[in-house]
């Protein structure tokens, strides 16, 4: 099971750290993906991270804006969210896989239920 938390309303150039805990099994042989929908939108691929943290995937809209990270000690995967636009007000999902790690929303199989982000003008 995965909890998504730590969104809310920031102004526009502010900065948010979600978290994505994991619990009931261990963590560490995940792959985790942070994935956003905004209003009247698709969702879309925000960020991802391998197992270890060796490898991180950003898309081009956050690229240089954000970090995503692990604790696996902590069962816990973060997304750090800088110079925030209004643009990047959506709910944001966290999601895990074992069969390896990237964009594609297919790949993932374990979901959160989303935290909302929400920038203002």
């Known amino acids: 099971q995965l909890q998504a938390s730590g969104g809310g309303l920031v102004q526009a150039g502010g900065s948010l750290r979600l978290s994505c805990a994991a619990s009931g099994r261990p963590f560490v042989s995940f792959a985790v993906g942070w994935f956003r929908r905004g209003p009247g939108k698709e969702r879309e691929f925000v960020a991802a991270?391998?197992?270890?943290?060796?490898?991180?995937y950003y898309a081009d809209s956050v690229k240089g804006r954000s970090t995503i990270s692990r604790d696996n000690t902590k069962n816990t995967v973060y997304l750090q969210l800088s110079g925030l636009k209004p643009d990047d007000t959506a709910v944001y999902y966290c999601a895990a896989t074992s069969q390896g790690v990237g964009e594609m929303e297919w790949l993932y199989y374990y979901w959160g239920q989303g935290t909302q982000v929400t920038v203002s003008s």
């Open positions: 991270i391998d197992w270890n943290g060796g490898n991180t």
